[in-house]
């Protein structure tokens, strides 16, 4: 079965925190995603990788960045929360372009 | 502007209805895929259907069943005698063949569907 595992299913930092989220996926893809999704908004793109260290803006990448050290972990980093990034985030992967993603269980991020 | 635009917001059925969800989207690649995801309340977006844009064949599988009308661009998905497990928010998406988007997924904002029993 496929499977993209998200380390945390709740979290709650401070404003000014780092944050790191975890993906990791075991189905050897190519691809992977970092979406965020927000009510009325649906799923926005924050930023993809489609290869060991590579990656590539999304729609909206201010105020995070992305790490990926090995094909199956992508990281999302917040460089400093602020209360604007509450969101679920979501993490993908696909094996390659133009195929389904498979999705991960979401984080939900709370800053306070 | 929004490429997937899935412009019901929220729909309430009854049990043993069926229900349309309507997707329409917008690119200029000649050769594009478009997908249907169910997000039930769980919280996982589960991979329901994958169309290329040659086969305009519409699709059934089971209760669901898809319409795909490159002349309206559009890609509606209809449930059959819906079900409350088939209560969820249900996202369109388009991917674009082009190499500039290296096959990334655009999705709609999504339809709450809520079947009542």
């Known amino acids: 079965d496929v499977k993209v595992t998200q380390s945390s299913r709740y979290l709650v930092k401070r404003t000014g925190e780092k944050v790191f989220l975890e993906c990791v996926q075991d189905?050897?893809?190519?691809?992977m995603f970092w979406y965020r999704q927000d009510p009325g908004l649906g799923l926005r793109l924050i930023y993809f990788s489609y290869d060991v260290k590579m990656k590539e803006k999304g729609d909206i990448p201010e105020g995070y960045s992305v790490s990926r050290e090995k094909k199956e972990r992508f990281s999302l980093i917040l460089e400093s929360a602020s209360t604007n990034q509450t969101s679920m985030y979501l993490c993908?992967?696909?094996?390659?372009?133009?195929?389904?993603?498979?999705f991960g269980q979401g984080t939900r991020l709370t800053v306070v | 502007a929004q490429k997937v635009t899935q412009a019901q917001t929220e729909i309430s059925v009854v049990e043993k209805e069926d229900v349309t969800l309507d997707c329409v989207y917008e690119?200029?690649?000649?050769?594009?895929?478009l997908f249907w995801y169910k997000q039930p309340p769980s919280g996982e977006l589960v991979f329901l259907i994958r169309r290329n844009s040659f086969d305009e064949q519409n699709e059934i599988s089971g209760r669901y069943s898809w319409n795909f009308q490159k002349s309206t661009s559009s890609f509606n998905f209809t449930i059959t005698a819906s079900q409350v497990v088939d209560s969820a928010v249900y996202f369109c998406a388009l991917s674009e063949a082009g190499g500039s988007t290296l096959g990334r997924l655009y999705f709609g904002r999504g339809t709450q569907l809520t079947v009542w029993p």
């Open positions: 690119t200029r690649d000649t050769t594009y895929y």
């Open positions: 189905m050897d893809h190519e691809n």
């Open positions: 993908a992967s696909s094996p390659g372009y133009n195929t389904e993603a498979f």
